[in-house]
Nanobody, 127 residues
Framework: QVQLVESGGGLVQAGGSLRLSCVASGRTFSSYAMGWFRQAPGKERELVATISRSGTRIYYTDSVKDRFTISRDNAKNTVYLQKNSLKPEDTAIYYC????????????????????WGQGTQVTVSS
């Protein structure tokens, strides 16, 4: 069992930055590929970024490329999402998720392949 707790959300003006953190419980954090998802009101939950167990492979959805950076620190059981140049359309609840993978270089892009989810943190970007 893995418990995920996100933090770092809040209200920010367009063009600003935020860094989200997600801390995982347990000793097996490095066994999981990690992802950040977001869900805006009235929309489906969508993948934002994902990082492999080793941190060597990363995937971003097109709308956040060159603005968001995902990273992980396996010693701290933490995955981060640095968000720069924020836009009003980035407003959503952001969730981190964990997917157990065999390979250390697998990135997981399918929502239904994630085993554990955090409770989410609200990010609001004002124009």
């Amino acid at each position: 069992q893995v418990q995920l707790v996100e933090s770092g959300g809040g209200l920010v003006q367009a063009g600003g930055s935020l860094r989200l953190s997600c801390v995982a419980s347990g000793r097996t954090f490095s066994s999981y590929a990690m992802g950040w998802f977001r869900q805006a009101p009235g929309k489906e939950r969508e993948l934002v970024a994902t990082i492999s167990r080793s941190g060597t492979r990363i995937y971003y959805t097109d709308s956040v490329k060159d603005r968001f950076t995902i990273s992980r620190d396996n010693a701290k059981n933490t995955v981060y999402l640095q968000k720069n140049s924020l836009k009003p359309e980035d407003t959503a609840i952001y969730y981190c998720a964990a997917s157990r993978t065999i390979s250390t270089t697998t990135v997981v892009t399918a929502r239904n392949q994630y085993d554990y989810w955090g409770q989410g943190t609200q990010v609001t970007v004002s124009s």
